[in-house]
């Protein structure tokens, strides 16, 4: 699996957009982009995941760029609870082995 | 409701003791899999296992067991072989799907040896 790198720490306003990078640039053609978070003391939570095509749910939007070296994850308006550790991870689903790093820790202030 | 729960919450054991950690899902994921988190880093795969009856070893498997006789329970033992043994430890569940796979994680144990 494609090693993955982000900024170990980030700040954002409360109400205003997160823009979290994620660069992986060795990421190969079968390999998914998987975004967790990790709130102090808890598991892991699933964002989202993309393998082309740029994503959305509920939570966030994922955009990669056309040669998939490289991909950012938007959550559109970010409250205090969205203070957490984001991780970023390119993984080919198959054995399913995520690799987390250590992630950038998202700071949102009030 | 539906998904992974772990118990106990905490754990604290005297060194030199097994104990094993529970991880049950009732999302009837076929894979299930064993982490290890220490401070101020990543997760660690110890084990894994993809069907009732099958596991293989993660990157440190050394020092720990399990066993995968139904596909709701997927138990951790720590051995005494295990010379660092206190950290997090998070248990997660997948199925496949042509989409990418995805992996849900329990609410994790903390294990403290003494």
């Known amino acids: 699996d494609a090693k993955t790198t982000q900024p170990p720490s980030m700040d954002c306003a409360e109400g205003r957009a997160a823009n979290l990078p994620c660069n992986h640039s060795?990421?190969?053609?079968?390999?998914?982009v998987y975004w967790y978070r990790q709130i102090h003391s808890q598991g892991p939570q699933y964002i989202i995941h993309g393998l082309k095509n740029n994503e959305t749910n509920e939570m966030a939007s994922l955009i990669i760029t056309e040669d998939r070296k490289s991909s950012t994850l938007i959550l559109p308006h970010a409250t205090l609870r969205d203070t957490a550790v984001y991780y970023c991870?390119?993984?080919?689903?198959?054995?399913?082995?995520?690799?987390f790093g250590t992630g950038t820790l998202l700071a949102v202030q009030p | 409701d539906g998904g992974i729960t772990q118990s106990p919450k905490y754990l604290f054991r005297k060194e030199g003791q097994n104990v094993t950690l529970s991880c049950e899902q009732n999302l009837n994921h076929d894979a299930m899999y064993w982490y290890r988190q220490d401070p101020g880093q990543g997760l660690r795969l110890i084990y894994y296992?993809?069907?009732?009856?099958?596991?293989q070893k993660g990157d440190i498997a050394e020092g720990y067991s399990v066993s995968r006789e139904k596909k709701e329970s997927f138990p951790l033992t720590v051995t005494s072989a295990q010379k660092n043994p206190t950290a997090f430890y998070l248990c997660a569940s997948s199925i496949p799907s042509r989409a990418g796979d995805t992996q849900y994680f329990g609410p994790g144990t903390r294990l403290t040896v003494l």
């Open positions: 296992s993809q069907i009732v009856n099958d596991f």
């Open positions: 060795t990421i190969s053609g079968n390999e998914y």
């Open positions: 991870i390119a993984s080919r689903g198959a054995t399913n082995k995520l690799i």
